[in-house]
């Protein structure tokens, strides 16, 4: 049986956190573990309606995620949140407000993020044709300390999806799983390093 916890992916856009937090939640869900997904895109679609993307919009639109997964987190449910979420202070006011947040910071240059877009949202960016896009008009504050630090451009979907398991393993999150539902972590060390300077282990 798993606690509550909010899982919060962060970082550029096509980054890779969407595809990421998904094969995250196919896990958890494989083991009967109670999660949700809030996805960026599709929560402003509902929650956040009408919402731009000024610093102050960005905020209230990370807030009411937060609030969401507030809710969700204290009542023994986890909750994986994907956005951007570019602004430190932001992350960090959520931070505070719910139970057992977990930094996921997906990595990767601004090279190989606009790359990987398949909708050109970057190349229109630097045609003026979309204001305050993160990472070409609009800044990205990445995280000091993230529980979690995926390099994408480095990891399969696959690893990096067992290292966040591995860590909400570690921490108590989640019950370690045995036999053949054991995940593979290249570098568990690696992981129980990161946790002990964190202090959580």
Not at 40 to 51: D, I, K, M, T
Not at 122 to 149: K, L, M, Q, S, W
Not at 172 to 198: K, S
Request: aromatic share 6%; hydrophobic share 35%.
């Amino acid at each position: 049986m798993s606690v509550g916890a909010t899982l919060w992916f962060t970082g550029l856009p096509s980054s890779g956190k969407s595809t990421i937090a998904r094969e995250v939640e196919a896990i958890l869900l494989r083991r009967d573990l109670a999660v949700e997904l809030l996805d960026g895109p599709e929560v402003r679609q509902s929650l956040s309606r009408g919402l731009g993307f000024s610093r102050d919009d960005r905020e209230e639109n990370l807030r009411r995620i937060g609030y969401v997964a507030k809710l969700l987190s204290r009542n023994g449910v986890i909750a994986i949140c994907a956005s951007v979420s570019p602004y430190r202070a932001t992350r960090n006011e959520i931070r505070e407000r719910v139970t057992n947040f977990i930094e996921i910071f997906v990595d990767v240059s601004p090279e190989v993020a606009e790359r990987r877009d398949s909708e050109g949202l970057y190349a229109r960016a630097r045609n003026g044709e979309i204001e305050e896009f993160t990472g070409v008009t609009a800044p990205y504050e990445p995280p000091e300390n993230p529980e979690v630090h995926i390099q994408s451009d480095r990891e399969s979907v696959e690893g990096a999806a067992s290292t966040v398991v591995k860590t909400l393993e570690l921490i108590g999150i989640i019950p370690v799983a045995e036999g053949h539902d054991r995940l593979n972590v290249a570098d568990e060390d690696e992981v129980r390093r990161r946790l002990a300077g964190l202090g959580y282990i």
